[in-house]
């Protein structure tokens, strides 16, 4: 498992390109019967991706967080980006499709990641937060999943939101997570945009060719800076950043956040004019 410290905004006024991206970019996150994880100081959030292959794979960061197993004080979200697989939580077996989602209560101890087809293995991408509560395991299949359709075809960013994590779906201590589409035609996510002083973010780009790439905005509004992300990437937004994208063709993104509060719309807009 990676760490990644927090930055106070003024640092990054002195970063170069390749300085920025080892603060903020996570460039792998999926190898076949590997996990790859990164613990953020930001919010003490883990993430990223377990691509069980021939064998299953679980998350053993006992002694790394001081617990005497990974969910002792944390919960769990799940989205699958790959082909089929499965969820196993303490002996109970979830089936994951493609974009299927899963909470996972605080206090589970076993959780094992499976891929039906070995040669075409699924994708779990997982963030966990500290948990005060223990709330119900809940699984949150892609095809109940009501999206806001948001933007519109003039402005390029036609989106379907589809909130997972979200207290519209299920309870979580402060973790949300979900999924946007962007829609063909369109590139825009989150613009005009925004920050949330109360609630720190993840950005996962995927749905991605290989030659398409995404240009993640971030840094404070009077003084903005971009991050270059191809396929299946990854970005850390603190909470006194914007965090908006375009790409060269449609793609898909997961978002993951926690904080103070599980508001989704707390946030504050940022004006047009008031980006440099």
Partial sequence: MEVRYANHPEEIKRYNTDELREKFLVEKLFEPGKVHLTYTHVERMIFGGVTPANEALTIKLDKQLGVSYFLERRELGIINIGNQGSVELDGKTYDMKRHDGLYVSRGTKEVWFHSNDPANPAKFYIIAAPAHHTYPTVKIDIKDIQP????????????????????????????????????????????????????????LYFDMEEDTRAFHFMGEPHETRHLVLKNEQAVISPSWSIHSGTATSDYTFIWGMCGENITYTDMDHIRMDQLR
Avoid: F
Avoid at 170 to 180: A, F, P, V
């Fill in 148 to 203: 806001l359709e948001l933007g519109e075809s003039g402005t390029l960013n036609e989106r379907k939101i589809h909130q997972y994590i979200h207290p519209n779906v299920c309870e979580s201590c402060q973790l949300q997570m979900g999924l946007t589409m962007i829609m063909p035609g369109s590139v825009w996510n989150t613009m005009p945009a925004h920050t949330h002083d109360r609630r720190s973010e993840i950005y």
